[in-house]
């Protein structure tokens, strides 16, 4: 589907969107400006090693991001929202962090005037333990498993439901229903209504997600083990490279479902494997995703040719989110649809 008719030849066609082979810098300005509703992206991080992908070196990291991200903002309607999952990284021969995530947040709120929404943690348990050096050999730093997630508006209130992402209320929640709740001011100093004791179907999600299964917070809790899923299965039938960073389909879905409603527009100008457009497809959200490496587009094309049984939607959305969080695995997604 061409979602606009400014857009070019796209290089894979689906249901709800396609994607585009280019340079997403070029690519956006064939996009009518305040037409996006939701931009949920991962940009090649910047590594101190550079990697096939293409990354940026921290120093230079925000001049180079700043230009895709002015775009960004014209093609945001006024109650769309900008989501940019960051990784971390150290500084070159030494154990001591960039904070390249941080200037980038500054200079998109001070000088693109971004709203920051709220800040969310993207916490991958399966990462493996780097750098070496410190982590290893000299064993001065511990394991980095959390990306920083912005969560980035042109206003104050962008369209936003966390009805839509209830986490299943704990065990003493449940019991706490189902025995009633007393009204009083808690030690804390606040103080709890009667309402507190009403069941709204799950708990509020917050910007943990998913630390503990059943606790709801604000840290993505999303191990990307994905050895044996169908996309890199496929990838290695049909010798194909597939992309070494994948975004996990279940973050792109978790916000997805938040922030958009069904046939709402998606991008993704940095694809990569296409996680996003797939989530958006699978969610009835209209969708575009640009690409610069024609080979990940290759890979990309695989996540759609699957049995209909393992699509997203089979899953009761209508459900809270139990269990934890997906992974970019298709069989843990399809698992978990049952």
Same mark, same amino acid.
């Given at each position: ?13 689906? $249901? ?8 997403? &810098? ?11 509703? &939701? ?7 910047? &590594? ?14 925000? $001049? ?105 209320? @704990? ?53 990307? *083990? ?14 194909? *490279? ?17 922030? *958009?409603? $069904? ?11 296409? @996680? ?53 695995? $298709? ?8």
């Amino acid at each position: 589907m061409k979602v606009f008719p400014t857009l070019p030849k796209p290089y894979d066609d689906r $249901e709800y969107g396609a994607s585009y082979l280019g340079d997403a &810098l070029t690519l956006l300005d064939t996009i009518p400006d305040n037409s996006i509703d &939701l931009v949920l992206t991962s940009p090649p991080f910047a &590594l101190t090693r550079e990697k096939e992908y293409g990354n940026k070196s921290s120093d230079k990291y925000v $001049e180079w991001f700043l230009p895709f991200a002015r775009k960004i903002k014209d093609k945001l309607c006024e109650t769309g929202s900008f989501i940019l999952d960051l990784g971390g990284a150290y500084l070159p021969g030494a154990p001591a962090r960039s904070i390249y995530q941080f200037e980038v947040l500054v200079h998109l709120c001070r000088e693109l005037n971004f709203i920051l929404a709220q800040e969310f943690y993207h916490y991958n348990p399966s990462r493996l333990p780097a750098p070496a050096e410190w982590v290893n050999v000299r064993r001065c730093r511990v394991k980095d498993s959390v990306n920083v997630v912005w969560w980035l508006a042109r206003t104050k209130f962008p369209k936003a439901d966390n009805r839509k992402v209830l986490k299943e209320y @704990s065990a003493s929640m449940k019991s706490l229903l189902r025995k009633g709740y007393k009204a009083k001011k808690r030690p804390s100093g606040h103080d709890i209504s009667t309402k507190f004791s009403k069941d709204n179907g799950g708990a509020v999600s917050s910007n943990v997600i998913g630390l503990e299964h059943f606790e709801p917070s604000n840290l993505l809790s999303i191990a990307n *083990t994905e050895s044996n899923s169908a996309y890199l299965r496929r990838c290695r039938e049909q010798n194909i *490279t597939p992309h070494p960073a994948r975004f996990p389909v279940f973050f792109a879905e978790y916000f997805i479902k938040f922030l *958009t409603d $069904e046939f709402d527009v998606v991008l993704d100008p940095f694809a990569g494997s296409n @996680s996003t457009g797939f989530a958006a497809n699978s969610l009835k959200r209209r969708w575009v995703s640009f690409e610069l490496s024609e080979e990940y587009l290759r890979g990309a094309k695989l996540r759609f040719e699957r049995a209909p049984e393992d699509n997203l939607h089979t899953r009761d959305t209508k459900t809270p989110m139990t269990k934890g969080l997906f992974s970019d695995s $298709e069989k843990t997604i399809n698992a978990k649809a049952k």
